[in-house]
């Protein structure tokens, strides 16, 4: 049983949701790979995240709303329609995940997902100053691609979604908002599917520490964006992109 102390994981999950919470991605990517390396084992990783993501995703979501970098009360910005739809995708993608697990290696599915995301990191720079046409297409497509990430690692859910919203037509900080309250929405679906479908269980020493590091850095990360102009916020999120795609490549191992 791993008996190390709970503190450094606490401050871990503060530092990686507070970079989740403020680009809309990072929590699971960084967080997974470093938790195997103190010592937790996969099985007891990927349901603790999904709880985690769960909570804070809805926090952090109607925090974002609360600071106005999104507006879920108005139909007319779109905001709650794009969340809806991304989070339907989402539900299917996770399902569809879990149900049939991918028969690739591990090195492989990590390698898959960082190479995505360093693209879309690229992509999202090189368009800076570009002006995108809504797509409802685009954003459905993408939101099941993300999804499907999420149920195979629990990473690579948030650099697509925001990435491809922005690529999509959404606003930046509207991009982020979005992004958080879809992904709790499906990591909900993720948890119940775990627990109901497979015989993993939840850790109960692991994902307290998760929640109360995480949840604690939801306010200031929301009131981070709202002070972030909207170009330089996109420029950090194709940065952000490209490092997590960077990371996750160099943490592929064939």
């Not at 339907?88 to 996770?94: K, L, R, S």
């Not at 697990?101 to 997902?113: S, V």
Request: charged share 10%; with cysteine; net charge neutral.
């Amino acid at each position: 049983m791993f008996t190390e102390p709970l503190l450094p994981i606490i401050l871990l999950a503060f530092v990686c949701e507070f970079i989740d919470s403020s680009l809309g991605m990072g929590f699971g990517t960084i967080l997974a790979p470093l938790l195997m390396i103190v010592g937790y084992q996969p099985f007891q990783i990927m349901p603790a995240l999904l709880l985690s993501e769960f909570v804070t995703g809805i926090t952090a979501g109607l925090a974002h709303h609360r600071f106005g970098n999104v507006n879920f009360s108005s139909l007319v910005l779109r905001d709650l329609d794009v969340a809806s739809v991304l989070a339907a995708c989402g539900i299917i993608g996770v399902v569809v995940s879990v149900l049939v697990p991918p028969r690739l290696p591990a090195w492989a599915l990590e390698f898959y997902i960082g190479l995505l995301v360093l693209a879309i990191g690229i992509v999202v720079l090189a368009t800076i100053g570009w002006t995108f046409t809504f797509s409802w297409p685009k954003l459905m497509g993408l939101g099941l691609l993300a999804a499907f990430n999420k149920g195979i690692r629990s990473g690579g859910y948030g650099p697509v979604v925001v990435g491809g919203q922005i690529l999509a037509g959404v606003e930046s900080k509207s991009a982020i908002g979005i992004a958080c309250l879809a992904e709790g929405v499906t990591s909900a679906v993720g948890v119940a599917t775990y627990l109901s479908l497979t015989d993993q269980a939840i850790d109960w020493r692991l994902a307290p520490a998760l929640l109360i590091g995480s949840l604690c850095s939801v306010p200031l990360a929301a009131y981070a964006v709202k002070r972030i102009p909207p170009r330089p916020l996109r420029i950090l999120v194709g940065v952000a992109t490209i490092l997590l795609g960077a990371y996750t490549l160099l943490e592929a191992r064939v």
